[in-house]
């Protein structure tokens, strides 16, 4: 019965993973938020435990995180996100320095010390600027599915500019360049810089070392990871499934019995 | 215990209207900060001090840009949805240049008289000295047209010293909770200290008085959490104190505006009452809107930090207050190089939603924590 969970519920996903007592990912799930957090938790942890060929009576412990922390019914701990997604990419990439997390409604960036702890972190303010949600209203304007807008952007001819913070003007100028007949994968590709250059401001405020990780579900977007890598001058390395380093990160502190 | 200070902060006008009518004094609105109220007190006027509210704002868009404070936006959005009607004057310092101007909008838009301190930012005390005589009799002219009431000598000492216990009453309050942390919920602790801008001064003495007492023979809890001394300009949103008592973080000093920065200053020297002010603004705490090359801030921080025992600094920064804004990566960067950690809470006071606030406190407190 050495098997432990982390369960991060964001304002999109809610994301959940198993490991064993080495550490080892037995199954993972991420799942739509929806309207109801609590739920939407459950839902992902039985399904990471299906994967895992697991039931609840095997898990040990389990540390939630995220917005909705403290409304995991199943989790005895929790953490905040900062300190999660620290943990899960210092255990992927152990000589993590900065890391940068984009999720649904917030960015941050970490910085670790070489013993792993959080040394410092900046998140943005409380608009959705630079944020998934930023990601997935552009997409919407442009009727392209989220997924596909990193691999549009590359086909970019032109250098347009998306000039507003806010997520709401930003959708305004995207809808004005879409009726001025520009190209989705020029939008795209300007979608993606306006969230590389804001992030970039994030990252510098609390210091960018030689190895930095990005985290979250923009990280799968690859014209933004390589902007942001030559915004802030350095290559930044992505996880397999950038989406549950967080869960990760809260399945490894149930592990070590942390987590208040 | 608390319950009569959460009586008054929850029901402001209420207790405004009820002092007004029994002491049959017209109200004079205190706009931040530093005005010495005991002018207002022997003048015969009834002070209460506006350092902003939660309204949720609407009609101030006409009047104030949204990228001003919100402690000024929801002041004028008060006096523009008729939540003010009960104040008859205003009193303003010249601390920042949004208040500066909101007294130009408050000419223009409202009737009601308006007073200035106007505070000289100058190298030396004879200058200050010269400027100030001429603002203090401007204002205490002002203050006599308000109430009809000349300002008597024997009036005003009468009123520093109720002030100045007021101030010393306060004080003991912090120096309760430096001493014993987690003896007074930070929630409870703020809610005492606001009452104070909205009651009679003599009133709200007799509150703290009984407050004392009740403390005194509690025993000490402690706290689970770090120790923290909190730098701003005005302790509001109350909903953050419940984020962190819950956090089981004890506030053990602050450095607010309206906290200690007010709280600290001595009875007000009546006797020559240029020197009086003079001394009365600019002293002792140091403020980011106030310049005085003789105060400096940073190793100040750094001293309150060391001299509580804190474990970190708190910056509650309300948004777009420029003052505040330009200070802090100095004070920050003078705590790093003492190796004392900080973080910085972005606030408005009509904000509803405290999620993000609470992540990052608590992320910055599972730092502090190791």
């Known amino acids: 019965m050495d098997y432990y969970a982390g369960i991060d519920v964001g304002s999109l996903t809610a994301d959940a993973v198993l490991i064993d007592k080495k550490g080892k990912i037995l199954g993972y799930a991420i799942l739509p938020t929806g309207n109801n957090s609590q739920k939407a938790a459950t839902e992902a942890f039985e ?132 009726s001025q007949g520009k190209g989705p994968a020029d939008i795209s590709m300007a979608v993606s810089r306006a969230i590389a250059r804001r992030t970039a401001g994030l990252a510098t405020r609390v210091g960018v070392t030689d190895t930095v990780v990005m985290t979250g579900g923009v990280a799968k977007n690859k014209a933004v990871v390589r902007l942001l890598s030559e915004d802030i001058g350095h290559p930044i390395r992505v996880p397999d499934e950038p989406q549950i ?16 | 215990m608390f319950e009569p200070f959460y009586e008054v902060i929850n029901n402001v006008s209420k207790t405004v209207l009820k002092y007004e009518k029994e002491q049959g004094r017209p109200v004079v609105g205190v706009m931040p900060a530093y005005f010495p109220m005991e002018l207002i007190d022997a003048a ?22 949204t990228y001003c404070c919100s402690v000024a936006r929801s002041v004028l959005e008060l006096e523009l949805v008729g939540g003010a009607e009960m104040v008859k004057a205003y009193a303003f310092t010249s601390l920042c240049d949004t208040l500066i101007n909101l007294r130009e909008v408050y000419k223009r838009l409202f009737p009601k008289p308006t007073l200035e301190i106007s505070i000289p930012m100058t190298q030396t005390r004879a200058a200050r000295r010269s400027y100030l005589k001429s603002v203090i009799q401007s204002v205490v002219e002002g203050l006599e047209k308000v109430t009809r009431q000349k300002i008597r000598g024997d009036a005003l000492a009468e009123a520093a010293r109720i002030r100045g216990r007021s101030r010393e009453l306060q004080r003991g309050l912090y120096k309760m909770r430096r001493q014993r942390p987690g003896l007074i919920k930070n929630k409870d602790f703020y809610a005492a200290i606001k009452t104070g801008f909205f009651l009679p001064p003599i009133v709200y003495n007799e509150m703290l008085e009984t407050l004392h007492l009740g403390l005194d023979g509690l025993e000490d809890r402690g706290s689970k959490g770090p120790k923290l001394v909190i730098s701003g300009l005005v302790f509001d949103p109350m909903e953050i104190y419940g984020i962190l008592d819950e956090l089981g973080v004890a506030v053990v000093d602050d450095d607010f505006a309206n906290g200690w920065r007010t709280v600290s200053k001595d009875e007000l020297r009546v006797g020559d009452l240029v020197e009086g002010v003079t001394e009365f603004i600019f002293n002792p705490a140091p403020c980011c809107c106030i310049y005085n090359p003789d105060n400096d801030r940073h190793p100040y921080l750094v001293d309150k930090v060391k001299d509580a025992g804190a474990d970190g600094v708190l910056f509650w920064y309300i948004k777009f207050c420029e003052p505040d804004a330009f200070d802090r990566p100095q004070l920050m960067e003078r705590l790093r190089e003492e ?18 606030i609470k992540t990052r406190v608590n992320a910055f407190c599972e730092i502090l924590e190791g």
């Open chain 2, 44 to 65: 015969g006027g009834y002070a209460v001090q506006l350092w902003g509210n939660n309204l949720p704002l609407g009609k101030v868009d006409g009047y104030l840009q």
């Open chain 2, 339 to 356: 190796s004392i950690p900080s973080v910085t809470i972005d606030v408005e006071l009509s904000m509803t939603s405290f999620d993000a």
């Open chain 1, 47 to 178: 399904t990471a435990l299906f994967r895992a060929g697991l039931s609840k009576g095997d898990v040990n412990r389990v540390v939630s995180t995220g917005y909705s922390r403290a409304r995991v019914q199943e989790a005895q701990g929790s953490k905040t996100e900062i300190a999660c997604h620290a943990r899960g990419a210092v255990c992927l990439v152990p000589d993590a320095g900065t890391i940068i997390d984009i999720g649904g409604q917030d960015s941050k960036a970490i910085l670790v010390g070489e013993d792993g702890r959080v040394i410092n972190f900046a998140m943005n303010d409380k608009c959705a600027a630079g944020t998934g949600r930023f990601l997935e209203v552009m997409a919407g304007a442009l009727d392209v599915p989220l997924g596909k807008m990193g691999d549009l952007a590359f086909e970019s001819q032109e250098e347009l500019t998306i000039s507003s913070i806010c997520t709401v003007f930003a959708e305004s100028e995207v809808v004005s360049l879409i």
């Open chain 1, 245 to 260: 380093v967080g869960a990760l990160g809260a399945a490894i502190i149930a592990k070590e019995g942390n987590g208040d």
